[in-house]
């Protein structure tokens, strides 16, 4: 793995010896910076630095074995390895436990130098780049499926701040498990309504007790009804009533949850009163509710009343710069969960991440983060052909048309002007794209 990023600063006394080493690195692409005391190259670092520092240890002023005191008391994290023409096995032995990554004693082999150098280099970057990761999330706003710097994930994070405390209906787009819910919470956390969040999953609830489940019971509405009930949409009242997979929804109940939406009011089972509610609906599907609609399978007014404004949620093979972030907060968060240590994720690992599939979206990613931390994660399945660069050129450029489209509300006339290319240009990739995806 190279680090063209992770710089060696070697610390040695002897000026012929420096310059020879310097140039052994040099020549073997490795950037290196030589200092010939160790009170130089403490006061010359910084924190964070993404460098790996090669001491020799018998040297005037302070040695090398307090030059790596000193930096394990700035960055336990950092890197030393230590040179010396006196070395004995105590001398080695003492290194080691003062928490020194290697130890060589000259004369040395440069090939196996050079080795031990370039696995620190790596262990650097990973450790630099998990920071990076942790202080990204510890500055990030919003919950963890909505973390991420994508277009796509900027997009939605703005349309949710934008309306989160408005009335509107709002109807979720997204595959399984991409964080319709998640969505839905944010709206809700984003209104300011002080009434419950309550979530329903359309699919999950049998259609014999769906009425009652949703608009509530009269006492003697039905066989087992002794007391009244108060049904889900009663008990969003002043808050907000999420409505998962809304395509389960029987459809002589839709036209009740119309009226609902219409008139804020429902009668319960077995009753005759008017009950009022305001509650905000927030629905979610993964199908086309207008193809339903036309085919006799949803109800097409209910349909518009609920797209008042609709937000779609990217899955994750179109956001794949956002999985480290994403992954390293659920190894957080499984870390907490079951109590268990886990090392930072290897460079290997992040780069199976970012080439899976991920047909479980956010979902299939945050199960993995947890088999990470339990020491189960499974055998990494067969790598998917990888894509040319023309390929991925061509798949990234279609994504960010995408966001300039769907941010601009597709105005070709904008869309153009937020990516810097020509109208007639953006048109034809428009005419490109649809094709390819077929009619």
């Given at each position: 793995?190279?680090?063209?990023e992770?710089e ?7 000026e ?8 052994t690195?040099?020549?073997s692409?490795?950037?290196a ?7 130089q190259?403490l006061q010359?670092l910084?924190?964070q630095?993404?460098?790996v520092v090669?001491?020799?240890v ?9 030059l ?16 010396t ?14 928490g ?5 004693e ?5 090939e196996q ?11 650097r970057?990973?450790?630099l ?14 919950p963890g ?10 997009l ?11 009335s509107?209906?709002v109807?979720i ?26 979530a329903?999953?359309?699919t999950?609830?049998?259609?014999s007790?769906?009425e ?9 509405a ?7 009930r ?13 409505l998962?997979e809304?395509e389960?929804m ?15 009011v429902?009668e ?8 009022e ?13 207008q ?6 399978l949803f ?7 609920l797209?008042?404004v ?17 992954f ?12 268990r240590?886990?090392p930072p ?23 993995y ?9 499974p ?6 052909p990888?894509?040319s ?10 994504q ?5 489209m ?9 869309a ?6 020509p109208?007639?240009?953006l048109?034809?990739?428009l005419?490109k794209?649809?094709h390819?995806?077929?009619?």
């Amino acid at each position: 793995m190279n680090n063209p990023e992770i710089e060696i600063w070697l610390v040695e006394d002897d000026e012929d010896v420096r310059q020879t080493l310097l140039q052994t690195l040099q020549l073997s692409d490795i950037r290196a910076r030589g200092f010939a005391r160790a009170e130089q190259a403490l006061q010359a670092l910084p924190p964070q630095a993404p460098v790996v520092v090669l001491s020799d240890v018998r040297m005037p002023g302070m040695d090398g074995l307090a030059l790596l005191q000193q930096l394990q008391q700035r960055d336990p994290e950092l890197p030393v390895l230590l040179l010396t023409g006196h070395g004995d096995i105590p001398m080695a032995v003492a290194a080691m436990r003062l928490g020194a990554q290697d130890f060589f004693e000259k004369p040395y082999q440069p090939e196996q130098l050079l080795h031990s150098l370039r696995r620190a280099m790596d262990k650097r970057a990973l450790v630099l780049e998990n920071r990076q990761l942790k202080q990204q999330l510890a500055a990030s706003h919003g919950p963890g499926l909505l973390l991420g710097h994508s277009p796509q994930i900027e997009l939605l994070r703005r349309q949710i701040d934008n309306i989160a405390d408005t009335s509107a209906s709002v109807l979720i787009l997204g595959d399984t498990g991409t964080g319709k819910e998640m969505v839905a919470r944010s709206l809700h956390q984003g209104s300011g309504r002080k009434g419950h969040f309550v979530a329903v999953n359309c699919t999950a609830l049998p259609e014999s007790i769906f009425e009652s489940e949703m608009f509530g019971a009269e006492p003697g509405a039905f066989t087992g009804v002794t007391k009244r009930r108060i049904g889900k949409i009663e008990h969003a009242d002043g808050g907000t009533l999420f409505l998962d997979e809304i395509e389960g929804m029987p459809l002589n109940l839709q036209a009740k949850l119309l009226r609902v939406l219409q008139e804020s009011v429902l009668e319960r089972l077995g009753g005759n009163k008017l009950i009022e509610v305001d509650a905000r609906v927030v629905a979610a599907t993964k199908i086309d509710l207008q193809t339903a609609g036309e085919a006799g399978l949803f109800r097409s007014d209910l349909y518009f009343r609920l797209n008042v404004v609709t937000l779609q949620i990217p899955p994750l093979r179109e956001r794949r710069e956002d999985i480290p972030l994403l992954f390293l907060h659920f190894v957080e968060q499984a870390r907490e969960q079951y109590n268990r240590e886990a090392p930072p994720p290897g460079g290997e690992l992040m780069q199976q991440l970012l080439t899976r599939d991920w047909p479980g979206n956010v979902r299939e990613l945050r199960h993995y983060a947890e088999q990470y931390v339990l020491g189960v994660l499974p055998a990494p399945p067969p790598a998917e052909p990888r894509q040319s660069l023309p390929q991925q050129l061509a798949q990234r450029e279609q994504q960010l048309i995408r966001a300039a489209m769907s941010q601009a509300d597709g105005n070709v006339a904008l869309a153009a002007e937020q990516l810097g290319i020509p109208r007639k240009t953006l048109y034809d990739k428009l005419a490109k794209y649809k094709h390819q995806d077929g009619p």
